[in-house]
């Protein structure tokens, strides 16, 4: 089992940053992949970015080159740096984690945390 909570969400304007962070519970926060998710109202869950236990990294192309993702296996934290958001970003933002690699469909992800609001003002 992994426990995760999400923090660091909140309301920016337009072309401000936000840093989400995400911490771990339970096994071994080092062997599973972390993801990163988002939903708007309406909308499905949505890929964002994920990485490896080793570090590979994945972005969505709505995200690539605005959006930072990190991990650090001693503190059993991951987290998503922000920038450059637009009012298109704004959402419930979800960290996940699966055992092995890193997945982009949500239904490959059987840990999640609670969530946390990110809204971005025009």
């Known amino acids: 089992q992994v426990q995760l909570v999400e923090s660091g969400g909140g309301l920016v304007q337009a072309g401000g940053s936000l840093r989400l962070s995400c911490a771990a519970f339970g096994r071994t926060f080092s062997s599973v992949a972390l993801g990163w998710f988002r939903q708007a109202p309406g909308k499905e869950r949505e890929f964002v970015a994920a990485i490896n236990w080793s570090g590979g990294i994945y972005y969505s192309d709505s995200v690539k080159g605005r959006f930072t993702i990190s991990r650090d296996n001693v503190k059993n934290t991951g987290n998503l740096q922000m920038n450059s958001l637009k009012p298109g970003d704004t959402a419930v933002y979800y960290c996940?984690?699966?055992?092995?690699?890193?997945?982009?469909?949500?239904?490959?992800?059987?840990?999640w945390g609670q969530g946390t609001q990110v809204t971005v003002s025009s």
């Open positions: 996940a984690a699966r055992s092995g690699t890193l997945r982009t469909s949500p239904n490959d992800y059987a840990y």
